[in-house]
Structure formats: C-alpha cells, structure tokens
Nanobody
C-alpha cells in the first residue's frame, strides 16, 4: 500500500514560481516511478512530468518543457515539481502518482494517486 500526500499549491501571479511536494509512505518508494498530472476544470487529467526510480531519467509534457522540473529524494520518500514561469493555463489541480515501473507517462500505468493540490495562476 502506498499513500501519497501533495503540498505546496496556491495562488501565484503569472510569471511566478511554485514548488510542489509529494510525500510517500511505504518502503517501496525507490522501486517505483513517480509522476505529476494535472486536471483543469472540465478537462481530463493529463500528464505533466515523470521521473524514473533512481531519478536519472525524466520526461515532460511539451506544454511544461523548460519551465517545470521534476526531482525526487529517495531518502525522504518525496518527489518534487518545481514550476517556473507559470502561466494562467497552468491552473489546475495537480496530482502526484506512483507506478510499479521504471518510468511511465501514461495515466493507466499509475496505481496510486494523491488527493491533489490546487494551483491557480492569475494573469
């Protein structure tokens, strides 16, 4: 069983930055891929970023490439999403998720999800 708790969301002006954190419980953190997804009102949940078990590989959605950085600290069972140059279109509920894989970008590969944290970017 894996429990994921996100934090760090909030309201920020366009061009600003936020860092999201996701704390995971359990002993299997370092053996699982981690990812961030987001869901805007009235839209489907979409992939944002993923990181491999060791942290050596990362993938990003085109919409956030160059602005967001995913990282993990296996000693702290925590994954992060540094978000810079935020835009109003980044407004969404952000979810972290855990997958029993080396790395994964598709929702269907992830079997544990956090409750989400709201990010609102004002123009």
């Amino acid at each position: 069983q894996v429990s994921l708790v996100e934090s760090g969301g909030g309201l920020v002006q366009a061009g600003g930055s936020l860092r999201l954190s996701c704390a995971a419980s359990g002993r299997t953190f370092s053996s699982r891929a981690m990812g961030w997804f987001r869901q805007a009102p009235g839209k489907e949940r979409v992939f944002v970023a993923a990181i491999s078990r060791s942290g050596s590989s990362t993938y990003y959605a085109d919409s956030v490439q160059g602005r967001f950085t995913i990282s993990r600290d296996n000693a702290k069972n925590t994954v992060y999403l540094q978000m810079n140059s935020l835009k109003p279109e980044d407004t969404a509920v952000y979810y972290c998720a855990s997958a029993p894989a080396a790395i994964a970008t598709m929702n269907s590969y992830y079997d544990y999800w956090g409750q989400g944290t709201q990010v609102t970017v004002s123009s």
